[in-house]
């Protein structure tokens, strides 16, 4: 018998199909010889009949696009969800990424004609105005780089004092003691793992010392018997002993918000004292992936003067995105913190009535290290679990939670415009 795999299609005939040709306008020629190449393999394989190679290759070089990632839809009730790339930007950031795709004026005075030596200022201009106890402040790549720079800049080879308790490991693996003494730091631990008193910095402090960091413990809480001493009361030991305060937040929160109580903000720590605060432009914040550091003068020219501030730079995209997400009325992430469970309860009772479908409550979370812990009232379809991964390789991708044998579609996070989409999508998973 004949082998039917002698009819696949060679190569060069299916370069030549017309659909081939349409593609080449969007895509490049190795992303278009990789789908060819991936409809051979399985045809080889038995899994596409030969006389279906031809349209299943123009198929696929039809939908095929020169990016990867796709638009996913949120519906894990987690706001600063990591796996989702943290805050989705506010439609100013993302005009203010178009805006700056192209050549702009990023290191160019326009009006002389000359290099500028203000790279980034309307980004930080916006930081000083969001911020008022900042003198000035830096952005950089993302907030571990921020760390990285502001204790390599104010402790070279130094000394830097942290309380046990603060000794964090962050997402994906990294800890923070790892990525601080790669900077030739050396981190003086103090304290227990719950409790820190405030003459263990004392005694710790010596001729070795270059600064003291306290670290926001982010992404978890210890309670019970505990121990913690705030920026308020360091202050005079670091004055007094000539070291720098520094400060790692994390999580972006620039001023107090009444819906996060416990969750301190960088306003108030430059106001207790501290020389340097550090965040993350992608959380709280709701602007794009960024290291942000706020403080003193002093502290912040230091760094700008260090050499790995041009390692860590920001891109021109970022630093546009940045400035726009500081200057717009809103954001998708206090969108999303700050809706009422009333408003949640009566959109999902509303698209759980047309799938006949439960709902149930189900407490949202900040996400991305902030607010650890702290539910947010809100309600959640129910759905049988098995539905997760068909919405998960639907189109649009949507995300929601599985828990206890459940499909659980929360939409704090999809914004309203996006129901119907997101209607029509449950509806095909079921």
């Given at each position: 018998?004949?082998?039917?795999?002698?009819?696949?299609?060679?190569?060069?005939?299916?370069?030549?199909?017309?659909?081939?040709?349409?593609?080449?306008?969007?895509?490049?020629?190795?992303?278009?010889?990789?789908?060819?190449?991936?409809?051979?393999?399985?045809?080889?394989?038995?899994?596409?009949?030969?006389?279906?190679?031809?349209?299943?290759?123009?198929?696929?070089?039809?939908?095929?696009?020169?990016?990867?990632?796709?638009?996913?839809?949120?519906?894990?009730?987690?706001?600063?969800?990591?796996?989702?790339?943290?805050?989705?930007?506010?439609?100013?950031?993302?005009?203010?990424?178009?805006?700056?795709?192209?050549?702009?004026?990023?290191?160019?005075?326009?009006?002389?004609?000359?290099?500028?030596?203000?790279?980034?200022?309307?980004?930080?201009?916006?930081?000083?105005?969001?911020?008022?106890?900042?003198?000035?402040?830096?952005?950089?790549?993302?907030?571990?780089?921020?760390?990285?720079?502001?204790?390599?800049?104010?402790?070279?080879?130094?000394?830097?004092?942290?309380?046990?308790?603060?000794?964090?490991?962050?997402?994906?693996?990294?800890?923070?003691?790892?990525?601080?003494?790669?900077?030739?730091?050396?981190?003086?631990?103090?304290?227990?793992?719950?409790?820190?008193?405030?003459?263990?910095?004392?005694?710790?402090?010596?001729?070795?010392?270059?600064?003291?960091?306290?670290?926001?413990?982010?992404?978890?809480?210890?309670?019970?018997?505990?121990?913690?001493?705030?920026?308020?009361?360091?202050?005079?030991?670091?004055?007094?002993?000539?070291?720098?305060?520094?400060?790692?937040?994390?999580?972006?929160?620039?001023?107090?918000?009444?819906?996060?109580?416990?969750?301190?903000?960088?306003?108030?720590?430059?106001?207790?004292?501290?020389?340097?605060?550090?965040?993350?432009?992608?959380?709280?914040?709701?602007?794009?992936?960024?290291?942000?550091?706020?403080?003193?003068?002093?502290?912040?020219?230091?760094?700008?003067?260090?050499?790995?501030?041009?390692?860590?730079?920001?891109?021109?995209?970022?630093?546009?995105?940045?400035e726009a997400a500081l200057n717009t009325p809103r954001n998708a992430v206090?969108?999303?913190?700050?809706?009422?469970?009333?408003?949640?309860?009566?959109?999902?009772?509303?698209?759980?009535?047309?799938?006949?479908?439960?709902?149930?409550?189900?407490?949202?979370?900040?996400?991305?290290?902030?607010?650890?812990?702290?539910?947010?009232?809100?309600?959640?379809?129910?759905?049988?679990?098995?539905?997760?991964?068909?919405?998960?390789?639907?189109?649009?991708?949507?995300?929601?939670?599985?828990?206890?044998?459940?499909?659980?579609?929360?939409?704090?996070?999809?914004?309203?415009?996006?129901?119907?989409?997101?209607?029509?999508?449950?509806?095909?998973?079921?």
């Amino acid at each position: 018998m004949t082998d039917p795999r002698r009819n696949i299609p060679r190569t060069d005939d299916l370069l030549k199909l017309p659909e081939v040709e349409q593609a080449r306008a969007h895509v490049s020629e190795p992303v278009i010889r990789t789908i060819i190449d991936g409809v051979l393999n399985q045809a080889r394989r038995g899994q596409v009949p030969p006389e279906d190679v031809a349209a299943e290759v123009a198929r696929r070089v039809g939908s095929a696009q020169p990016y990867s990632l796709r638009p996913v839809l949120n519906a894990t009730g987690v706001i600063v969800h990591t796996n989702l790339g943290r805050a989705p930007l506010p439609p100013a950031a993302v005009d203010a990424l178009v805006a700056a795709a192209g050549y702009t004026d990023v290191e160019l005075d326009l009006k002389t004609g000359l290099r500028s030596k203000h790279r980034g200022r309307g980004a930080v201009n916006a930081l000083l105005a969001a911020c008022p106890a900042a003198e000035d402040a830096l952005i950089v790549n993302n907030g571990a780089a921020a760390l990285l720079l502001a204790t390599a800049a104010l402790a070279p080879h130094q000394e830097v004092i942290i309380s046990r308790g603060e000794l964090i490991e962050i997402g994906a693996g990294f800890r923070l003691p790892e990525l601080i003494e790669s900077s030739h730091v050396r981190l003086r631990e103090i304290g227990a793992t719950n409790r820190t008193h405030l003459h263990d910095y004392v005694g710790a402090i010596g001729p070795e010392t270059g600064a003291i960091l306290k670290v926001h413990p982010s992404n978890f809480r210890i309670t019970g018997f505990t121990s913690a001493i705030s920026v308020e009361q360091l202050r005079p030991v670091a004055q007094e002993n000539d070291v720098r305060l520094i400060v790692d937040l994390g999580s972006g929160l620039l001023t107090p918000d009444a819906t996060l109580p416990d969750e301190p903000d960088l306003h108030a720590q430059l106001a207790a004292g501290a020389d340097v605060v550090i965040a993350s432009g992608d959380k709280l914040l709701g602007g794009p992936q960024a290291g942000i550091l706020l403080g003193t003068r002093e502290a912040i020219a230091r760094m700008k003067k260090h050499p790995l501030a041009r390692a860590l730079r920001v891109d021109k995209l970022r630093l546009n995105a940045l400035e726009a997400a500081l200057n717009t009325p809103r954001n998708a992430v206090a969108d999303a913190l700050h809706v009422s469970a009333e408003s949640l309860k009566d959109r999902t009772e509303a698209m759980a009535a047309q799938l006949g479908a439960q709902v149930v409550e189900h407490a949202g979370r900040v996400g991305g290290g902030g607010a650890p812990e702290y539910p947010l009232p809100g309600y959640a379809i129910s759905l049988e679990d098995k539905v997760a991964q068909r919405l998960r390789l639907g189109t649009p991708a949507v995300l929601a939670r599985v828990h206890d044998g459940r499909c659980l579609v929360d939409l704090r996070c999809v914004p309203p415009a996006a129901d119907e989409t997101l209607l029509a999508a449950l509806k095909e998973a079921i």
